[in-house]
């Protein structure tokens, strides 16, 4: 779907409604996260699938028990020869055999947590998840394994049982993943607001991004809102609140029916700035070449550092 999409571009957006592909708002916050209260309860059910996003070695040493192991290359594509994208979402076909080599069936409900102190690998999970049509069976552990151990609930280092039984269906997947041309398109088309999830030094172009090309561009898309994605949590990692999310992206002009399209470096950060727009209704875009792809295309950039220092 992704290699479709950059093809057409924008106007293959218009038609994706008329080929069966859901564009309804998506479901309300309640749904897009579960309580460490609610896991427990729900930990032994026969259906659920955890996932623990993350270092590989934290796993090692302790995890929330029956958690598999995840880890973003599992589930995205990545060129680490640094001609091409890092980070980009799988074909149906190829995302299909990720998800089901994880456990995942028909029947899963899909509960994703994250280590430590790094949300948005997680974030990016629920993304996938969502793109390939699970989202309504798919939530975050709000707090994340921080907020398990604080409550001293069990961990183990033990492994999980091996998946057993249950099959996937094809995936049905949502056109969540826009390219270049359809951020150009849509940079001051009414109802959609490009959203930049960078730290606020990035878009204000006090700091230059690093790709695995070398720099990238200094500054941001030109048109775009900034709205870094470590401000939408609290600060024990927990979501905020919607009065409170709604007033960050309100002071930014996002408007109630407006479809946000975030970008980052190279897809990962934004996808916590998309799970809050997400949470109050908002339909969510990803462009997931992001930063790096813009810059590699060499397309209009706004800096505002350097136009302070010229002043």
């Not at 218009?14 to 309860?41: D, H, I, K, R």
């Not at 401000?231 to 946000?260: C, H, N, W, Y």
Request: hydrophobic residues 40%; negative net charge.
């Amino acid at each position: 779907m992704h290699i479709f999409l950059n093809r057409l571009g924008a106007a293959f957006f218009l038609f994706l409604p008329m080929l069966g592909f859901s564009s309804e708002p998506p479901a309300a916050t309640e749904s897009l996260t579960v309580s460490t209260a609610w896991l427990a309860e729900h930990l032994r059910d026969a259906n659920l699938v955890l996932l623990h996003v993350g270092d590989k070695g934290d796993y090692d040493a302790k995890h929330i028990p029956g958690a598999r192991y995840v880890s973003l290359d599992d589930i995205s594509v990545s060129d680490h020869t640094g001609k091409g994208l890092m980070l980009e979402m799988p074909t149906a076909d190829d995302l299909h055999k990720r998800l089901a080599a994880l456990g995942i069936n028909d029947e899963s409900r899909i509960v994703v947590y994250f280590a430590k102190d790094w949300v948005s690998p997680a974030t990016r999970a629920i993304f996938t998840l969502d793109t390939a049509g699970l989202g309504p069976r798919s939530a975050l552990l709000d707090g994340g394994l921080t907020a398990w151990l604080h409550e001293k609930r069990e961990t183990t280092k033990a492994p999980p049982a091996a998946a057993t039984g249950g099959t996937l269906a094809a995936l049905q997947m949502q056109p969540r993943i826009v390219d270049a041309t359809f951020v150009q398109a849509h940079l001051h088309t009414p109802d959609y607001v490009v959203i930049d999830g960078r730290a606020a030094a990035y878009y204000d172009g006090i700091d230059t991004g690093m790709g695995h090309r070398g720099p990238h561009k200094t500054g941001h898309v030109a048109g775009a809102q900034n709205l870094p994605f470590s401000t939408v949590t609290t600060t024990d990692l927990k979501l905020k609140s919607p009065d409170e999310l709604r007033a960050m992206f309100d002071k930014i002009g996002v408007k109630q029916d407006d479809t946000v399209i975030g970008y980052c470096h190279i897809g990962q950060q934004a996808t916590e700035m998309l799970f809050a727009a997400r949470s109050l209704g908002h339909k969510v875009l990803l462009y997931d070449g992001s930063f790096e792809d813009w810059s590699n295309r060499d397309l209009p950039v706004e800096n505002p550092a350097k136009k302070a220092a010229a002043k």
